[in-house]
């Protein structure tokens, strides 16, 4: 199964996030048998050319939104939302980039900010994807709010929706940033008439954050919250961040940067 992240160059901590995409792209390698690919609006580096020597798939593309959040960048006095907001969007174009195959459109996407702990591909065969399956944000949540940092994904069923999805995201841009951008417009778009979710759902254990705590079972550890560059500076730059520090936020930060260190002096 083909795996899909994204991210920009010009995106203002895009030397941290590189290196999240080191870690996700070796453990997958090491762990599962995905076939990593980096959608990537940038010029050739250091870090592509470790991409490719690794076996990532680059996929050259600048969002249909840059013009659109630039301007609501102006609108907002804040100049960093163009760059690291039309990342997050990437993924939404993914029916586009990726052609119809016969072997399935049935992809895999994760944010930069994930690792890997096992094989994941025989769970996510098995999982009902009519456009596509998420986790819910909260580990104990009763409702619907969905996590869009790891998707499973129906390119045949998204592209039958893009265009009207596309349209919907250009008309309620103002109001998505108040929701999680690209999150806030999957779960307000895929609904039928009655208002119901369109979306399947996968186990949490494919998309755990480290502070829920005992990580045993989990697939896929997810950094939701505060990165692992964040780490020393929580109280004072992030304070906001704090109650996502607990369970074993810090245990994972360790096994990530040892990771962080393979990747490295991996050829």
């Not at 959608?39 to 020597?53: H, P, Q, V």
């Not at 009763?142 to 929706?161: C, E, F, K, P, W």
Request: negative net charge; contains cysteine; proline residues 6%.
């Amino acid at each position: 199964m083909d795996w899909f992240c994204a991210l920009t160059e010009d995106s203002p901590r895009f030397h941290q996030y590189a290196e999240m995409v080191m870690v996700a792209v070796y453990t997958a390698r090491k762990f599962t048998s995905l076939r990593p690919h980096l959608i990537y609006d940038g010029k050739d580096n250091e870090f592509t050319a470790w991409l490719d020597r690794h076996g990532v798939k680059i996929i050259p593309h600048r969002s249909f939104l840059r013009e659109e959040l630039a301007k609501l960048g102006q609108r907002e006095k804040n100049p960093y939302i163009e760059a690291a907001v039309s990342g997050a969007f990437l993924r939404v174009e993914l029916p586009r980039l990726v052609p119809p195959s016969p072997a399935g459109d049935i992809v895999f996407y994760t944010d930069c900010d994930v690792m890997f702990k096992d094989e994941v591909l025989p769970q996510l065969r098995e999982i009902h994807c009519e456009y596509f399956a998420v986790t819910p944000h909260a580990r104990d949540s009763q409702d619907d709010i969905i996590n869009s940092g790891v998707m499973l994904m129906n390119l045949a069923a998204l592209r039958r929706t893009a265009d009207e999805f596309y349209q919907f995201i250009f008309e309620h841009l103002d109001e998505l940033k108040g929701e999680a951008w690209d999150q806030g417009a999957y779960y307000r778009f895929y609904r039928d008439a009655n208002g119901r979710p369109l979306w399947n759902w996968l186990p949490l254990e494919l998309n755990w954050r480290p502070c829920w705590g005992d990580e045993g079972s989990a697939r896929i550890i997810h950094f939701h919250g505060p990165k692992p560059y964040q780490r020393d500076n929580i109280d004072k730059v992030w304070p906001e961040l704090k109650s996502y520090t607990g369970g074993s936020y810090l245990e994972m930060i360790e096994v990530w940067e040892h990771l962080l260190e393979e990747a490295r002096a991996s050829s």
